[in-house]
């Protein structure tokens, strides 16, 4: 008697796995995809998806953490490591004008993206606490250089970091949309332009 093999094959790869749902939340946004898209995608049943990674929430928030490793630290190295906040916002830009565009994954920001149009408020809450973590390094980073004289005394840091967020979440849209890197850096160069 021949018994067919349950759940997982052998061969299960989870990161392989990680890899291939990503890139569907990040083409569909988590609203959009479904199951069926993720099963396929990765290539294992439902039954399967379950036992691996518990449910659609569980999977995104696994892949929201791989995403950030990979593809959303630049922001949080580049204000480490550039000298003035001015010259790490100047590097995010630049960076994001390359990662939004390079065209080994889908365009844009998968932690901007994802959220668009979902209806789970858990989804849209944690990926704007993520956003809103981002803009909070950018504020702190502001008001150090304010402390240090590096920016005039008058600046508003809360504001230059909100500008700065909308610029990268401006970017991240008109990627998806067909921007191309040089377009984008050229935006980055031009907010540039609006640092005191």
Known sequence: MVTGQRGRPRSFDRGAALD????????????????????????????????????????????????GGRYGDFAAVALAEEPTARAAVGRILREAAQVYTDPAHPPGCMVISAAINTTSEEVAQALRERRNANLELFERRIRADVATGALPADTDA??????????????SQQSRDGA?????????????????
């Open 158 to 171: 809360r504001a230059l970091a909100r500008y700065a967020g909308a610029v990268l979440q401006g970017m």
């Open 20 to 67: 291939k749902a990503m890139t569907a939340f990040w083409e569909r946004g988590y609203e959009a995809t479904s199951i069926s898209d993720l099963t396929a995608s990765i290539g294992i049943s439902a039954p399967s998806l379950y036992a691996a990674f518990g449910d659609k929430r569980k999977l995104f928030d696994e892949v929201v953490v791989v995403y």
């Open 180 to 196: 191309t890197r040089e377009e984008l850096e050229a935006v980055a160069e031009r907010a540039l332009l609006a640092w005191p």
